[in-house]
């Protein structure tokens, strides 16, 4: 395998690192030095360039990926198809995969596992829109950022449903863990695949655990056909039934049994987000047909025959049966009631297509707008300075979806220097209807936190944090403290405790262990650093902590550099790179002869620096991030003046007013220029040319011969 670390594809783009090696391509980070822009490349292995069905799959990819267009898809940029070399140039994500996190957190979230299922559904959705399904659905092709933003990847195996007739028989149908049955037997799939997948993935998120596990990928596939998984609140019985329901109609056998689209799942979800106490009335067709048992290490060709085998056998029992034809009778009547409700349930539950949002305004254009009574909304308050106030940035689902009458609608809606004030009003509400209030109608960024209290009854509102009759900033947390009766406890400090003695520790108080994150500090790896609720706050007996630990690396230190600006009174973009990766991109400035001072980040001594303006370097040097005093040590750059054929002291005043100090003067003799004039220059210019003011700059003079006799 080639490794192209260092070396520059197309003139254009600069290899610096390899992110990732997978079974038919290797992943580096580079940077674009056409578009000014970190990008991620997949490279197809040299060993697979002749490999026709290698090449067909990772063509596949770039041509999937090319027609999508989704916030939560990754981009593709450009591609390359040569003879010795293929490539795919991508958006470069920085995060970790959703099987790195699940292995860090153990069990996660309900709560996060269903934000992150929705940006799953959301992002398939857009492709099977397309007509692409994905079809190797697994946490391992799932990046998680450090927002909480997901990015779905690796199109490898993904095919145009509408134009692909092909089965998934071929040696790489996905993983195991995650294919749905008919992947398993090599049938033909559609979206519905892609559910059963992002069932498996919900499971493994909520559960900590996969649905189907062995040491044999066979027996794997066969449980997938023939095994019902256990029920995820028999591993966790804390889930609400309504999250349980969810998951077991995704990885429903039958793929009609399923879903029938991510966006229709995905409805469910946001459903299930407004009311977690909510229960879905799914049912099922049950098979009655017995297990049919196919020895581990058996092959595809066998668990097709095993099935062929066993329904042999259910045919040759149902001619024994002399009940037959009234089983038969009260089938049918079962099916024809089955039929009469789901018409039923069809006229009452019409879909109607999302609107397109985006670009409108919020308050004038979508708030109270009998236009849209059909939907109920959900503000996500965000701030962004190019954008005036109500602006709707994003919205999820996507316009031209199709989901039931009153679904709710979330909208990214711009919120920059505008205030609210927090009423009084919001002390008769109920949590909920206070955190609707607040996120929906003040554009602010809720919180619930539960307390013990005896002068109000569980569930009412005690205060809030600002305090009510303050005004705050649009897209501001806001604490909500609600009235509970649950013995209440003191958070204790964790300070400094490795992760075991933290949970012991927070186990003794009757608290639960939260989420725990990783950041870089001076403390020894694995220390906790920080807890989210702070000691000697009083909390709820079974209040979940989340603290962080620390990495044991040393956390990133800022320092400013002053860049001495050009006089040319034009804008110029100013980029400054930090061992070699940019650490502030397109700043532009005025070019007006002043210093402007950037603030850059990092850790350890002698780190090179260097800028840029409008692509020529005007200083360089290096920072010692561990020194507070005196941290960066600067070489700035100008422009050498060509002072060939001046006088010596015309010269010495050019290069004193270009700021080069460091001249040395040598003298030569010359009869065919004028005494004094100089008649060489080290380092030689053409006028243009920049070198560092520190640079010593060496000038020959002519000197004429002593006459003779003197």
Not at 173 to 197: L, N
Request: proline residues 4%; hydrophobic residues 40%; negative net charge.
């Amino acid at each position: 395998m080639d490794n192209f670390c260092g070396k520059r594809l197309d003139g254009r783009y600069e290899i610096r690192e390899i992110i990732g090696v997978g079974g038919m391509a290797v992943v580096y980070k580079a940077y674009d030095n056409i578009d000014d822009r970190i990008v991620a490349i997949k490279i197809l292995k040299d060993e697979y360039l002749a490999n026709e069905e290698f090449k067909r799959r990772f063509k596949n990819e770039s041509k999937a990926i090319a027609v999508l267009s989704h916030p939560n898809i990754v981009r593709v940029y450009n591609v390359s198809f040569g003879d010795r070399l293929q490539y795919i140039v991508m958006e470069y994500v920085d995060g970790i995969t959703l099987k790195e996190y699940i292995e860090q957190q153990g069990v996660i979230n309900w709560k996060e596992a269903v934000h992150f299922t929705g940006q799953i559904l959301a992002a398939l959705q857009h492709a099977h829109d397309k007509g692409i399904v994905h079809q190797d659905i697994k946490p391992q092709n799932i990046i998680l950022l450090h927002d909480g933003t997901i990015k779905v990847t690796d199109f490898g195996i993904a095919r145009f449903s509408r134009i692909d007739n092909n089965t998934t028989s071929e040696n790489a149908i996905g993983s195991v863990h995650y294919i749905s049955p008919e992947q398993a037997r090599g049938e033909m799939t559609d979206d519905k695949a892609d559910i059963y997948s992002v069932g498996v993935v919900l499971y493994e998120m909520i559960t900590g655990q996969l649905p189907f596990q062995s040491d044999s990928a066979v027996s794997v596939a066969l449980m997938q056909l023939q095994k019902e998984p256990t029920r995820p609140r028999e591993i966790v019985p804390t889930l609400p039934l309504g999250l349980e329901q969810i998951t077991i109609r995704a990885m429903q056998k039958n793929a009609s049994d399923r879903y029938h689209s991510a966006a229709e799942m995905l409805m469910d979800i946001n459903e299930f987000k407004r009311n977690p106490a909510v229960k879905f009335n799914y049912t099922y067709f049950v098979d009655k047909e017995p297990t049919r048992y196919v020895p581990a290490g058996a092959s595809a060709s066998q668990i097709m025959a095993a099935e062929d085998s066993s329904e042999e056998v259910a045919k040759q029992s149902a001619v024994n049966k002399t009940t037959a034809i009234m089983i038969g009778a009260i089938s049918g009547l079962v099916v024809l009631a089955i039929l009469i409700f789901a018409v039923l349930s069809a006229v009452g539950n019409k879909k109607i297509v999302v609107p397109d949002f985006k670009n409108l305004n919020y308050y004038s254009d979508i708030e109270n707008n009998s236009k849209y009574k059909n939907f109920a909304f959900e503000v996500n308050p965000v701030e962004d300075e190019n954008f005036s106030d109500g602006t709707v940035l994003a919205q999820n689902p996507e316009e031209n979806t199709k989901v039931k009458k009153g679904s709710t609608i979330t909208l990214d809606v711009v919120v920059n220097n505008a205030t609210v004030l927090l009423d009084e009003s919001i002390l008769n509400m109920t949590a909920e209807q206070a955190e609707q209030y607040l996120r929906n109608t003040l554009m602010l960024m809720p919180v619930i936190e539960h307390v013990s209290s005896t002068d109000k009854e569980p569930g009412k509102i005690l205060y809030t944090e600002p305090a009510i009759g303050s005004t705050v900033k649009l897209a501001s947390k806001v604490t909500v403290y609600v009235a509970s009766d649950r013995k209440t406890v003191e958070v204790p400090d964790l300070t400094n405790m490795t992760a075991d003695e933290a949970r012991s520790a927070l186990e003794s108080f009757g608290l639960v262990v939260g989420k725990i994150t990783e950041v870089d500090s001076e403390l020894e790896k694995g220390r906790v650093v920080s807890q989210e609720i702070q000691n000697p706050t009083t909390v709820p007996e079974g209040t979940k902590i989340n603290f962080s630990i620390s990495t044991g690396n040393k956390p990133d230190v800022a320092v400013d550099i002053t860049v001495k600006l050009l006089n040319t009174q034009k804008e110029a973009k100013v980029i400054i790179y930090v061992d070699s990766s940019p650490a502030l991109e397109k700043e532009r400035v005025l070019q007006d002869n002043s210093e402007k001072t950037y603030t850059v980040t990092g850790s350890g001594s002698s780190v090179p620096y260097s800028v840029l303006i409008d692509g020529v370097k005007v200083q360089e040097g290096t920072i010692d991030f561990n020194n507070t005093s005196n941290p960066v040590t600067t070489v700035r750059f100008d422009t050498l003046p060509d002072v060939k054929g001046k006088s010596e002291s015309e010269a010495k005043d050019m290069l004193a007013v270009a700021k080069f100090t460091n001249v040395k003067v040598t003298y030569k003799e010359d009869v065919n220029v004028a005494e004094g004039t100089v008649i060489e220059q080290t380092p030689a210019s053409d006028g243009t040319t920049r070198v560092a003011l520190n640079t010593e700059i060496t000038l020959v003079v002519a000197t004429q011969p002593p006459e003779v006799g003197d």
